[in-house]
Nanobody, 126 residues
């Protein structure tokens, strides 16, 4: 099975930076995309970014484009999300996920991802 573990969350001041990591174990050959999502209390789970394992193609939500950078280390089976210029609106639980689907804009949909981590809390103080 594929197991995902997030780390790197914490408390940061407005305008600060934070880097989240996702470690994947027993990665399936059918896994094509690693995605980052976030969910704030009372809100829907929101797409943040995604990257393909093989080609490293990156996708970002408009809300974070220019402030976030997603990267991968295929040898270590890890995916990172670097976030800059953080705002209180970025406060949420951040999840990494693995998907075996990659077509059109499937990476933006949480339903496309089969495996999920437990999440890591990011809190941006104002």
């Amino acid at each position: 099975q594929v197991q995902l573990v997030e780390s790197g969350g914490g408390l940061v001041q407005t305008g600060g930076s934070l880097t989240l990591s996702c470690a994947a174990s027993l990665r399936s050959s059918s896994t094509y995309v690693m995605g980052w999502f976030r969910q704030a209390p009372g809100k829907e789970r929101e797409f943040v970014g995604a990257i393909t394992w093989s080609g490293g193609r990156k996708h970002y939500a408009d809300s974070v484009k220019g402030r976030c950078t997603i990267s991968r280390d295929n040898d270590k089976n890890t995916v990172s999300l670097q976030m800059n210029s953080l705002q209180p609106e970025d406060t949420a639980v951040y999840y990494c996920a693995a998907s075996g689907i990659y077509y059109d804009d499937s990476y933006r949909n949480s339903g496309s991802y089969r495996y999920w981590g437990q999440g890591t809390q990011v809190t941006v103080s104002s």
